[in-house]
């Protein structure tokens, strides 16, 4: 479904703030896998994703997204194949529209818009219904603009819009990284709710390894633009935190000093 074929990205080339954010990574995603990726600051976790995503060109290597070659696409052509949540409530909504408008924009993305543009009495249902199964009332709120909403519920309509039209390759960049632990908690129980409802493959990049062991059928660390750990199946739901600490300095030869405290 999505195949990641030996793709690097320097940063700065040539400059003393040079950077390999990725070097010669290879991933393969099959039909309905959710992944969770972990790692510290700047292993090239959100690198991946943006390369993914068509934010960042690779340097080298390419990419597939059911068998088709999306390397050279720019971002705006890989958006209708892609549902993306990032790690700030304020990014992925327009704040001054309505919460109807952006469910409305959302559910058209990759449509031609003629001249005239409203919403038919069918998407409205389709909308109440939808914001319903988030059980945060904003159902009763269709006209609210969004930027009067709190982060969560912003987060939660965000995921709701990224999903509306079920993505082949869903994006969860930390997401839930900018909200209080009990909000954070609840918007990751709605992600994993409309990822196996609509059976999206995702990618989901968090610090929290507890999380990253919880959710999903496979778990990717990385370190230093590579993959160094890519567990799944029975192996991941055996895992505890002691032992993917023990399998990542046994793999990097790191004894996580530094970046203990960021994964745990």
Same mark, same amino acid.
């Given at each position: 479904?999505?195949?990641?074929?030996?793709?690097?990205?320097?940063?700065?080339? @040539?400059?003393?703030?040079?950077? &390999?954010?990725?070097?010669?990574?290879?991933?393969?995603?099959?039909?309905?896998?959710?992944?969770?990726?972990?790692?510290?600051?700047?292993?090239?976790?959100?690198?991946? $994703?943006?390369?993914?995503?068509?934010?960042?060109?690779?340097? *080298?290597?390419?990419?597939?997204?059911?068998?088709?070659?999306?390397? +050279? &696409?720019?971002? !705006?052509?890989?958006?209708?194949?892609? @549902?993306?949540?990032?790690?700030?409530?304020?990014?992925?909504?327009?704040?001054?529209?309505?919460?109807?408008?952006? $469910?409305?924009?959302?559910?058209?993305?990759?449509?031609?818009?003629?001249? %005239?543009?409203?919403?038919?009495?069918?998407?409205?249902?389709?909308?109440? %219904?939808?914001?319903? /199964?988030?059980? $945060?009332?904003?159902?009763?709120?269709?006209?609210?603009?969004?930027?009067?909403?709190?982060?969560?519920?912003?987060?939660?309509?965000?995921?709701?819009?990224?999903? $509306?039209?079920?993505? %082949?390759?869903?994006?969860?960049?930390? !997401?839930?990284?900018?909200?209080?632990? +009990?909000?954070?908690? =609840?918007?990751?129980?709605?992600s994993n709710q409309l990822i196996e409802e609509h059976q999206i493959t995702t990618m989901m990049i968090t610090h929290n390894m507890r999380d990253a062991i919880r959710y999903g059928n496979r778990l990717i660390m990385m370190y230093e633009g590579k993959i160094l750990l890519d567990i799944s199946?029975?192996? =991941?739901? +055996?895992? /505890?935190?002691?032992?993917?600490?023990?399998?990542?300095? +046994?793999?990097?030869? *790191?004894?996580?000093? *530094?970046?203990?405290?960021?994964?745990?």
């Amino acid at each position: 479904m999505l195949e990641v074929k030996n793709i690097s990205k320097t940063f700065n080339v @040539g400059t003393v703030n040079e950077k &390999l954010a990725l070097d010669g990574v290879d991933l393969k995603l099959n039909e309905n896998d959710f992944v969770t990726v972990i790692g510290g600051n700047g292993a090239g976790k959100s690198t991946l $994703l943006n390369c993914i995503a068509g934010v960042y060109p690779v340097d *080298s290597g390419s990419i597939y997204i059911d068998s088709t070659d999306v390397t +050279k &696409l720019p971002e !705006h052509k890989r958006a209708r194949l892609l @549902g993306r949540v990032f790690q700030d409530p304020m990014m992925g909504t327009a704040a001054n529209m309505g919460i109807e408008e952006n $469910l409305a924009l959302a559910y058209r993305r990759g449509e031609k818009r003629g001249l %005239r543009w409203y919403i038919t009495s069918q998407e409205r249902e389709l909308f109440r %219904r939808e914001l319903k /199964t988030l059980g $945060l009332g904003l159902e009763d709120r269709m006209t609210t603009k969004v930027g009067l909403l709190s982060g969560g519920q912003r987060q939660a309509l965000t995921l709701l819009m990224a999903t $509306l039209k079920k993505p %082949r390759l869903l994006l969860l960049d930390e !997401h839930t990284a900018a909200l209080d632990p +009990k909000t954070a908690q =609840k918007v990751l129980e709605l992600s994993n709710q409309l990822i196996e409802e609509h059976q999206i493959t995702t990618m989901m990049i968090t610090h929290n390894m507890r999380d990253a062991i919880r959710y999903g059928n496979r778990l990717i660390m990385m370190y230093e633009g590579k993959i160094l750990l890519d567990i799944s199946g029975e192996e =991941k739901k +055996k895992l /505890t935190i002691d032992y993917l600490l023990g399998q990542f300095e +046994k793999a990097s030869g *790191s004894d996580l000093a *530094s970046d203990r405290m960021l994964l745990s």
